[in-house]
Structure formats: C-alpha cells, structure tokens
C-alpha cells in the first residue's frame, strides 16, 4: 500500500511539474480574477455588454480609447464580464440564463462587502490580437466603479508606448547576426509593469527533464533581452533569470 501512494505521489508531483514548466501566467485574463480586487455582496455574470447600463458601456469605450489608443481599441473582442455589488443586481436575462447562474451559485448572497467602494463595480474582460507584432492574443480585464473610476487598469502599456512596439522581426535579426540556431528556440513576449513596456527574450531549451519526466526547472540558455519599445539590447544574466521572469511584474502574452 505504501508503495502504491509514494508512486501516486511522484505521478502527481510529475503531473505538477509539467504544467508550472510549461504554462507562462497570464496567459488569458479570467473572469473570475474581479474576486481579489472586490469583495461583493452581490454578483451575476453578463456575456453581452448591451446587458449594461448605456453609461457604463461608454465609459468603458471611453478609458479603453484614451488607454489604448484608437487602432488597438478598434482589435479588442468582449469575452465575458462581471457586475459586483452591495445590492440586489437587475440584469435583464432569459429564463435559462437565470437558471444556470442559479445552479452555479453565481448570484448567493455573501456579506461584509467593501464599504469604501463605488458599487455597483463592473469587471469586463476583452481579448486583444496584434498578430503584425507577434502577440497572438492575451486576455486584459478592466474593472471600472460606476462613476468610470478604474477599480483594476489593463496590464498593456499606455497608447504612447504601445504604438511603439518592435515586430518580433527585430528578434529574427538579431538572432540571425549572432548565429543563433532556431532548434528548441523560444522567442517570449514579458510586459513589464514597472517599465511600462513589452520586452522580447530569447532562448534555447537544451534539456525539458529526465527519464523520469519533465523537470519543475528545466536547463535553459539564456541569450539576450530586447526592449520592444526602443531596440536596446540587454544581455541576460544567468544568476538572476528570476528578476527576468518570475516576478510579480513580468507579464506574458502569448
């Protein structure tokens, strides 16, 4: 028996450490994610924007223009979204669809919501395509107040910054004059918070585990970084990749 349970457990610690090495966060904004930002006593789930308010929809429109510029905002796509609020929520909806958010508790009441906040809060999550620059898509969730005050911004650079944003051909080039093989190579897209820009990084896998399964920490070289937004190239140093990747402010997209 004991045999049994410690083979169940390095299956399942195998199982772990193959998705932590290959998942990169975030890779998608979740709807559920408005649940750390607010604590509400009341909330429904809409999945089409006309089932809120006119105002509310336009100041959305609004932010998003001015946060994006006009170009990416024209890319975005609704996904789905979130009312959050200290009252009873009025959203006009089908039979079925009151019946499905019934069955998954979506509108339970709970207690002791924020009393700093400007309910209702409205938490909506759009998916962003620039294919032109190498971003195949990435999730970006706006929460706003009812009087249009941001509760929870993007992580996407300001319109400035991110009409500036270097093609992933850039990478290719340079890759190409230091005669970098293309084989296991990967090219990742961070967006770092702190500097309000995307940055390019580059590397080779040079061993994903063992016969024993995938590794939680895989061999990799590092080859260099490259601001997205002005080109400067910076080398990697391998004694503090976590400053690079692992920190609460480095964001990839895919």
Known sequence: MKVKILSLLIIILFASCDKYSREKYPQFASKIES???VNSCYSAEFENPNKIPIDIQNKFSHYLKNRLGKNNFQNLVFKNGY???????EIERTKSESEILALLGQQKEKSDCDSIIDFPVYSIVYELKLPEIGIDKIGLNLMLDRNGKPIKDIDFPKAEFANKIIPIDSVHSELI???????????????????????????????????????????????????????????????????????????YVE
């Open 177 to 251: 004059r230091r005669k970098i093989p293309y084989k296991k190579l990967n090219i990742d897209l961070w967006f770092d918070k702190r500097t309000e820009s995307f940055v390019w990084s580059t590397n080779t896998l040079i061993q994903e585990g063992s016969i024993m399964g995938p590794s939680c920490f895989p061999e990799v070289e590092y080859h260099f970084k490259m601001n997205a937004n002005n080109g400067e190239i910076t080398e990697f140093d391998n004694r503090q990749t976590n400053d690079y990747f692992f920190g609460a402010d480095n964001h």
């Open 35 to 37: 649940y750390k930002y």
């Open 83 to 89: 009312v959050l609020s200290d009252k009873p929520i």
